[in-house]
Structures are given as structure tokens and as C-alpha cells.
């Protein structure tokens, strides 16, 4: 016997009642250059303009509301999180007057962890990753008698986050195709419910980063990946190892497609959403978006897709390395090193050459007395800005019709 799940449509619209004042509707509208790109109508939901940067205020908000019209109030609250958990809790528990204690792992980006002590929040960092700050979250809650939010296993959680989906729905109603970052599954499963409640057939995607994706066989077999205790990924908001089991519930019956992608991809992803929407994206938010540059999800052109940018408190070192490796892998950044007479004036012609295809130089390097570059020979190592891997082709030719020796530093 199928089990019933204990929210309905209903209670989404109750939570999105409860939570009205504490967060904002976000902006979602239609690309057109990549819905041209894409081949299909792709709207954007711009989570990463919610209030705290991210969707997580919407349940963190929620289930605070909830427990402050309880019969015993809590006297605190404790949360473990990456960083927008965190955010979402530390800025719901002041607008309900509690005192907030937030636990994040030491490798927490600092935007995230500054922002939380803005917000008045105790922050404590502590572990490796989520999981550890996770147990120990839940020991000070016990030693100081704080209550303990989960990010994402709890129904007044997934609630709180389903008043997301049910914007999407009002905003495209003719949408068929909703595509989810997918961590612990808080968003994924409360946007699944507000959309086949209404819709059944709208099809549910969920994007997991490559390197840390428990969920990547379990709509196969019921089965959850274990994960390297040092996976890394820049998506550091769904770098989640224990799922949870209210989001199996809900994505085991209404999600109908996992997929994953890599870092590469994912700093691509940043890159093309700061270019086409003047808007930052961290990671783990742009992972759909990913998806649909790397061809993961398949797609008609009768499909009316909402792509979710779920969160945009990225560090701004990351965005730096981000930009860089998406203009490398676009075509658009080149760095090679070339070998040249140590004269005057070779270094000059070198420049000309440059400039005359057309390419910007952003930097230059001389090395000279090194053991693989020839005595009375200098290598020149020159990063530049081209148009795509085409225009490096012409370039590499050049240089070598010229007679020189080119290494291409970044590959083509």
C-alpha cells in the first residue's frame, strides 16, 4: 500500500501564507538567448534574489513560525549548514526574537560565514564537511537544550520551500519541464509537490554536482551512492552525503529524471548566467543550468522549461577562477607559450602578430635560463582574449608558419 504523504496542496498554500512577510517573490522570466541556444521557451527563476541569497529562507522561515505558535516555544534554535541554510536560519530566528547558533564546516566560504555574524548569529566552525558539523550541531543542541533544524529532512521544511514552486507554476502555466538543484532534496521535493499537485505531467529533473551524488541511482533501483569522504566540488550548497528520508518520499514518487555534472561545467554555468543575466549564481544554483549546457536533459520543442537558479552567495574569489575557466573552455581565454630569438625586436613582432588577428593580450611573461628553452632563446608566455577555438586555430597556425615553436598552455 502506497504510504500518504502528509503535505498537500493545500498546506503548500498555508505555508506560503505563514511565510508571506519574511520573504519576496522572486523574478522569473524568459532568456531569449538561451531559450534560442536551447531550442526551447526557458524561463529562469532567479532564487539567487531571494532575501539571504538563496531559497533556504523560505523554510527556515517556516518551520521557526511553526515552532514559536507551538505549545513550548523554543528558548534558541541550531542549525549546521554550508552557509545558506544557515543564512536562512540565522535571519528567520531574528525576526522571531530567538537566539541562533549555526554550525558550519571549516571550509565554509567566508561570504557565508560573514553573513551569518551579521545577522547576529552565534557561527561555530567546525569538520570537514556538512556531516560532521551536522553531529556536532546536534550535540550542543542537546548540551544547550536549542532546538535542531534540519536543512532539508523535515515536512515543515519542504513546505516552506514548495511556496517556491508554487511561483513558478502562477508564472509559467503552461511550463512542462521543471529542472531542480538537487542536494539533500529540501527544494526539490517541495517544488515537486506544488507543481504535480496541480500538474502531473509537468516533468521534474533533478541536477546533483558529478563528484557527490548519493541520489544518482535511486530512481533506478531505490539505491543511494556512497560518497568520498573527499569528494570536493565547487557546488558547495548541494554537497550533501546522507539524504534525507521525507525527500526520498517525495522524489522517489514525483521526480522523474537525476542527472549530474561536473565542476567544469558548473564554472561554465556561473559564467553564462553573470553574461546573460547580470546576475551571480553560485555552484550549487546554476547546476540545471549546467545541465541544459552540457545536453543532459533531453527536451522537445513543445517542452516550456523553468530552469531554478537556486542561490547566489558564491565567494568572489570563486567567481574569479569561475570566469577564467569559463572563458578558457568557451574558446574565449588562450595562454600559450611560445619560444622565440632572445633579439631585439622578436618580442615585438610576436605582439604584432597578436594584434593583427585581433586578440587582446592580458598578460605577458619572459623566461629566460630555464633548462628546456635553447641557450640565445626566450619563452614568452602570452594569456590573451580570443573570439572562440577557432580564432586560437588561426593563431597556433600562425605562429607556426612563422617558424616558431607554440605550446598551447590551456589546450584547445
Partial sequence: MTRTLPLDLAALELARERIADAVIRTAQWQ?????????????????????????KIRGATHKIGRLMAGDHPPGGVIAASAGNHAQGVARAAILAGLHAVVVMPVSAPLTKIQSCRKMGADVRLFGDNLEQAADEARRIAAADKLEFLHPYDDWDVIAGQGSCGLEMLEDAPDMTVAIVPLGGGGLISGIALALKLQNPAIRIIGVQTETVAPYRRFLIDGSLEEVSPAAHT???????????????????????????????????????????????????????????????????????????????????????????????????????????????????????????????????EHRRGELHVPVGMTEVILQ????????????????????????NLLGL
Fill in 234 to 364: 565547487i557546488a558547495d550548497g548541494i554537497k550533501v552525503k546522507r539524504p534525507g528520508q521525507c525527500n526520498r518520499q517525495v522524489i522517489a514518487r514525483h521526480v522523474d529524471q537525476i542527472v549530474t555534472v561536473d565542476d567544469n561545467a558548473i564554472a561554465e554555468a556561473i559564467v553564462t548566467l553573470l553574461e546573460r543575466t547580470r546576475t551571480i549564481g553560485e555552484g550549487a544554483g546554476v547546476v540545471g543550468l549546467a545541465a541544459l549546457m552540457q545536453k543532459k536533459i533531453r527536451l522537445n520543442a513543445a517542452d516550456r522549461v523553468v530552469c531554478v537558479i537556486s542561490g547566489g552567495n558564491v565567494d568572489m574569489t570563486l567567481v574569479g577562477r569561475s570566469i577564467d575557466y569559463g572563458l578558457a573552455s568557451s574558446g574565449r581565454l588562450m595562454s600559450v607559450a611560445v619560444t622565440i630569438a632572445d633579439t631585439p625586436g622578436r618580442l615585438m613582432a610576436l605582439i604584432k602578430s597578436v594584434a593583427e588577428l585581433g586578440m587582446n593580450i592580458r598578460h605577458v
Fill in 384 to 407: 590573451m582574449e580570443t573570439r572562440d577555438f577557432e580564432h586560437q586555430r588561426e593563431l597556433l597556425a600562425h605562429l607556426a608558419g612563422e617558424g616558431m615553436t607554440v605550446r
Fill in 31 to 55: 532568456n531569449d538567448p538561451l531559450s534560442e541556444e536551447f531550442g526551447v521557451p526557458l524561463q529562469l527563476k532567479l532564487e539567487n534574489l531571494q532575501r539571504t541569497g538563496s531559497f
